[in-house]
Structures are given as C-alpha cells and as structure tokens.
C-alpha cells in the first residue's frame, strides 16, 4: 500500500546523571571529589533510504525514542553517550512539526539529518570543587532529550510531473519512455499511486518523470481522488501536460486543458506558473484538423504543444527531446530548508512553579518549564544570552532569586547552565 503522510511521536534520549563521588585509596590524603559526568543522550536521525518508497513503516508504529546516556562514576569516568537513532525514510520526505506545521528536515540528501538533539550530560561532583567547597556533596541531572510529535510527508523527487484527466494516456507514456511498469488499462483511475520512470538520453543524460494519478473537476473539493497526490509535482521542475485532443470519452480537450490548470491553481498558486508543455495524445482517433485546431489554441497561450500516439511511439521521441532542452535551462529539484527556530517572548512563555535551593553556596533553580526555553538559547551568542536574560526578569525567575536571598557575586545554577548572579 502507497502510505505517502504519517504523524509519529518522537524523543531523543536523555543525558545521564552526573556522579557523586570521592577519592578514597589508602596512603592517599584529602583525595577530593572525582565523579564524572553524564553522558549525553542519543540524537533522533532522518535518512533517504532508495530501497523504500512508502511511509508505510510507520502506519502502525507510532513511537520512536532514542537511548538515554549513562549516568556517571567515580574515578571521573564519564557516562556513555546514548544511541542515536536512526530512522529510514524514503527520499523526498518532509519532516514537520505537527503542532506548529514548522519544517525540521528535507530528507533529500544522502547525509543523515538530525531532528532532535538528545540531552546533555549532567555535570558531575569533580565540576564544582573550589577553594571554598573542597567536598561538593552533589552533582546535575541530565538534561532531558528533545521530543515532538511530526508529520511526514512524502514529495517525490522528480524532474518532469504529468498531469491531466484520467484515461488520457500518462501510464502508457511512461511505459514507453522508461522501465517502469505501471498499470494500463482503457477505464479510469487505473494508476492509484504515483509511479516514477526514469528516461534514458544518449550521451549518459537522464531525468525522472512521475506519473500522477488523473485529476477531474472538482478534485479540490475531494471528487476523484481529489488532491491526495499533487503533492508529488510541487517539486517537479517542469509540468507536462497530456490532453485527450481526440475527445473520446465526450469531453471537450481545450475544457479540459482549462479545467486541468485551474485545479493547479487552486491547489497551488505555483503550479500554475511552472514551466509546462502540452501533449495532445489519441491523435489517431481524430483528423488532422482537429489536431491544428487545438495546436493553435495551446501555442496562443505560450505553450509548445506536440502531438503523440504514445502506444506505438509516434511524435514521443520529440517530446522527450524537448523536454531534455527545458530541463537543461531550468534549476535543479527543489528543496526546502529547514525553517529556524522561533524565539518564544518572554511575556508569552507559560509560567509555573519555581523552586530555588542553597547547596554548598550555589543557588539551584528547578523550573521545569524552563526547559524548552533553555533547549533553545545558544549560549556563546550575545543575542541568545541576552534573550535568556530577559526571559529570566520577565517569567519572575530573577525576583524569586532576590526573595532566596542570592547577592551580587553568588553562584547560580538552571539545570546544566551556571552563572555568577549580577545585580
């Protein structure tokens, strides 16, 4: 079954617990503390897998969590880090987030992607022995990985999109022009899924052509298959069009050709500006000035236009010619990037319970809805930092330091983030 959109939930892994610990050999005085850090938790991985062409992978699992890190241990052994993991998607595949439609990745590309960062190791008690605190008797937690629950959505990635009426000869011309093999047969909607093809030109050129199943009037509002699969031609450099110029199903080719473009338009404003040529297939059902007829109709309208009989090959060669001259004048396959991460305001972050403890001198904050924000501040930008604090005067956080009775000079500590307190 061709599963082209599934909604999973994903997280990345854990950091692991810094350690507590101290030295403590025989003959060896005053040994200090040694417990070593967390290690961070595993990353959540998108890649382009060519042996897969659905998302049916993910129809029935709906889960995916990456491995926490190890906690740390004494002696200054550092946690292992967690295992990324990896998850195969076919190429094409859009990764969003499913609450705010944002993009996270285009897994288009052969190089792994990463979606979601696992959490930082927590420090361990070696971090924090100073002069004045010889035997820190704690160390952090880890920080948690990142989760979201996303949307994929399968693109394909094709060259050329055909496009047009069911029954009017798209199968047929992929058939004939590449080794795909799709499914042919005089009744409508005999292609269900998209079928790429890939066309073979002298001198080692090629480009990939993608069969969409036939559109009718009214396919925006869900007749037909509707939209399911237009999708797939919004990366496509350019559109061909094939009309039935014969009419022999009773419907007339210069309504259908407008019929066919206003669905475009409507599904998407861009599609009806991409570079397009018309083929005018069944020319052997019809005479020739019915042919002339339409052929004048398509080029007042800027368009080349080319009269096939895509069964038996008559006219195909030339099309295919000029479709590899369009291509060799347009941009490669489009690509998204990945949408940046937007910066919360202060005033709007969702507030909750703040607790401030005193160890050893450090003024320890727990805010777990701090976290996020926390997640999303790059701290060696002066730009981000200053975000951070301002999100510190506004969520409260500050006046609730002030309450604990922090002074200008002390240590303070948000989970794995750690600062002298300035008035």
Request: hydrophobic letters at 35%; one cysteine or more.
């Amino acid at each position: 079954m061709f599963i082209d959109q599934a909604k999973i939930h994903i997280k990345a892994g854990d950091g692991g617990a810094g350690a507590v610990s101290f030295r403590r050999e025989k003959y060896v005085a005053a040994g200090g503390p040694d417990g070593g850090d967390g290690g961070r938790g595993g990353n959540v991985l998108f890649q382009a897998d060519d042996s897969i062409s659905t998302l049916s992978d993910y129809r029935y699992r709906h889960k995916f969590v990456a491995k926490s890190g190890e906690a740390g241990r004494g002696k200054r052994c550092f946690g292992k880090k967690g295992e990324d993991l990896l998850l195969k998607v076919p190429r094409g595949t859009l990764v969003k987030d499913a609450a705010s439609g944002r993009l996270l990745a285009d897994v288009s590309n052969d190089e792994p992607q990463v979606v979601l960062q696992g959490g930082r190791g927590g420090w361990g008690n070696t971090h924090f022995a100073t002069p004045t605190r010889q035997v820190p008797r704690f160390a952090k937690p880890g920080m948690p990985g990142q989760e979201a629950d996303v949307q994929l959505e399968l693109k394909l990635l094709a060259d050329v999109g055909l496009v047009g009426f069911p029954n009017v000869g798209k199968s047929t011309l992929v058939s004939v022009v590449s080794e795909a093999k799709p499914n042919i047969a005089d009744y409508h909607f005999t292609t269900l899924t998209p079928v790429l093809g890939v066309v073979h030109l002298p001198q080692g050129r090629s480009f990939v052509m993608a069969d969409i199943p036939g559109l009718v009037e009214g396919a925006w509002k869900g007749v037909g298959l509707g939209h399911q699969f237009l999708r797939h031609v919004e990366r496509c450099r350019l559109l061909l069009h094939i009309v039935d110029v014969s009419g022999s199903e009773g419907r007339d080719p210069k309504e259908d050709f407008r019929i066919i473009n206003e669905e475009l338009r409507r599904f998407n404003p861009e599609l009806a500006e991409r570079p397009m040529i018309v083929a005018g297939n069944k020319c052997d059902l019809t005479d020739e000035a019915h042919v002339a007829d339409f052929r004048d109709f398509i080029e007042k309208q800027g368009y080349s236009f080319f009269p096939i009989m895509a069964p038996i090959h008559e006219g195909v060669d030339s099309l295919i010619n000029k479709i590899s001259e369009e291509l060799s004048k347009l941009p490669p396959v489009r690509r998204y990037e990945p949408d940046p991460v937007p910066l919360t305001k202060p005033e709007e972050i969702p507030r909750g319970e703040v607790k401030i403890t005193k160890q050893d001198g450090i003024y320890v904050v727990e805010a777990p809805w701090l976290l996020q924000v926390i997640q999303s501040v790059n701290f060696d930008d002066y730009e981000s930092l200053q975000y951070f604090q301002r999100v510190l005067l506004k969520t409260g956080v500050d006046q609730h330091l002030r309450e604990a009775g922090v002074q200008d000079g002390d240590t303070v500590s948000i989970y794995d983030v750690q600062f002298d307190y300035v008035e």
